[in-house]
């Protein structure tokens, strides 16, 4: 792709890094929108893809909504474009592969949702973070309200969501909304350690988790674990499988082809 706002890198071991670089604050306008769309449906038809990283190329990860633009638009172009945003954002959670944000700086509103829409968080320990809508008497609405009472459970979210403050790092971590804390000069080398981490597994087994976690989610347990056996049966016959048993077998590192 080709875009002024995003960049999107090809890496040898399967890791693409998804760059948003939209001077100063890389704020959620038309033109930034547009261009994380084009991008995320790229690569949901990339099959050689095994991680994404998604990171800023400035000193912030993204402070959400441009609010400028915000202020000349019509009830109706909002109600047309909180909707676009919102589905960008699902676009992101929904890759078939594990996803990493990076997040430096702030993450605010919409680019907190960013944020929460990827599978796994990594923080600055300089950054913050956090659900800032109803402050402007509105409220998440690109899957903020929905995502977040699951990754980090109702109270937390509700404490987010109602206070609109922005938290540090640390409180992240605690409130089990980041994974990772790392100094902000490392982030980008902790990202794409962990990237390549799970990059190193073997790629259909780790698509089908991530289908088999957020697909047994909401069901009953006996239900959750019919579906679970469902995603299994997706690696018996493949060739990965068999080369992870002869790897161990002659004492050596697997090579791994997502087949």
Not at 37 to 46: I, K, N, P, S, Y
Not at 119 to 124: C, G, H, N
Not at 163 to 176: H, I, Q
Request: with cysteine.
């Amino acid at each position: 792709m080709s875009s002024p706002s995003v960049r999107l890198e090809s890496r040898d071991d399967g890791v693409r890094v998804l760059t948003m670089d939209k001077p100063p604050v890389n704020a959620l306008g038309r033109e930034l929108v547009d261009a994380l769309g084009t991008a995320f449906v790229e690569l949901r038809e990339d099959r050689e893809a095994r991680c994404l990283v998604v990171r800023s190329g400035g000193s912030h990860f993204c402070a959400g909504a441009d609010l400028k633009e915000r202020r000349e638009m019509t009830e109706a172009e909002v109600r047309a474009f909180v909707p676009q945003l919102a589905a960008v954002c699902h676009a992101a959670a929904a890759l078939p592969f594990p996803t990493i944000a990076a997040v430096r700086g702030t993450a605010a509103g919409g680019g907190c949702e960013l944020a929460l829409a990827c599978d796994l968080r990594i923080l600055a320990d300089d950054a913050r973070i956090g659900l800032r809508e109803t402050a402007l008497a509105i409220l998440p609405g690109a899957g903020g309200t929905c995502r977040l009472p699951r990754i980090a459970g109702m109270a937390v979210a509700k404490r987010w969501i109602f206070t609109a403050e922005l938290f540090t790092a640390a409180d992240a971590l605690r409130d089990g909304v980041a994974c990772a804390v790392v100094p902000g000069a490392g982030l980008d080398d902790a990202a794409l350690k962990m990237a390549a981490t799970i990059a190193g597994n073997g790629p259909v087994a780790v698509r089908l988790a991530k289908q088999s976690i957020e697909g047994g989610f909401d069901l009953s347990m006996d239900e959750a674990l019919a579906f679970e056996w469902q995603c299994y049966e997706g690696v018996l016959g493949t060739s990965d499988r068999l080369e992870a048993l002869a790897a161990f077998a002659e004492k050596r590192p697997p090579r791994f082809t997502g087949r």
